[in-house]
């Protein structure tokens, strides 16, 4: 293989392909699919050299981590992987790099039970949970409650553009839940029936902030006045190391096409039209009364100290080495 040649193997193409098109989406989910992309570029590197291996690994990250820029999970994963590939030949490289991502996507799972049965405890039999999107964090707070023998409804808010929560309604189904789906315009009216609303996060901010699919903060901001508790439910591969020294993240705008449907009126006959798709939005700490992780349940505000513990004051971006 040239030396120029990044050799990154076709499946970490088509990952990073997959996660850019939504294919694979979720923050947890692309975290998991990032790390199964690595070990198969571990897998099927042609490398002869440690360096070459390295330098192929290095790329692939690169190409993963550049696909979505708001999830943290993303380059958590990547960092967490390549920070463990270890060795002085191209088979202990190669091995090192599979048991780091097989141990990163068992923990994964491990993790998702486990803020299950915290955010469960928050949930009573007979209570009634607002959505918002597609979160698998979230839905593992559920679905812990019902194994726990606790029933539960839904109300779950559709989430334009891309309708995510059809998907919650549907899983939500499949447990035999009673779910109400509703416009995203019919949240504040029927947050009078709801005991909590929960969401999932792609991102926690070093100051408590939430970042989540867009829709989030207007629905904290209105639960808020109406009196019901936010739970975020997030394992702490979303915790974003960068912002604990003061960097923002970056809110990913999306394409116009998921706002205006071919069949749209609006389409493109008016050249002039701006279309803004942001894909998330922040929710400030005060709108957000507990951050539900693996290790315990947080108030927003205090998220900053399990950040230090995990990530300490620094990060660094293995893949531009
Ligand atoms: O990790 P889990 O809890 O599954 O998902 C977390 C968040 O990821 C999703 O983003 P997108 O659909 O990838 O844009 C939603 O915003 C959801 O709340």
Redesign the pocket.
Known sequence: MADDDPGVAPTVESTAEDIAA?RI???????DAAAAALASQADRSEAETPAAFRRQLRAAAKSLYET?P??V?LPNALRYVLRGTDGETVADLRKSTIARAEAFRRDLDQA?DKLGEIGANRLRDGDIVMT?????????CIEAALDAGKEIEAIVKETRP?K?GHITARQLRERDVPVTLIVDNAARRYLDRADHVL????SIAADGSVV???G?SGLAVNARERGVPVMV???TI?LHPDTMTGHTVEI?MRDEREVLAAEDDLDDADDGLVVENP??DVTPPRYVDAIVTERGQFPPESIVTLMRELFGETTDEPWEA
């Open positions: 939504m989406r979720g923050a947890a989910t692309i975290a979505r708001t999830a999970s998702q918002h999107c597609h979160s698998t964090d979230a839905l593992s891309r995510q969401v999932g996060a792609d989540n699919k867009v989030t439910a997030a394992q979303k990913e894909a998330f």
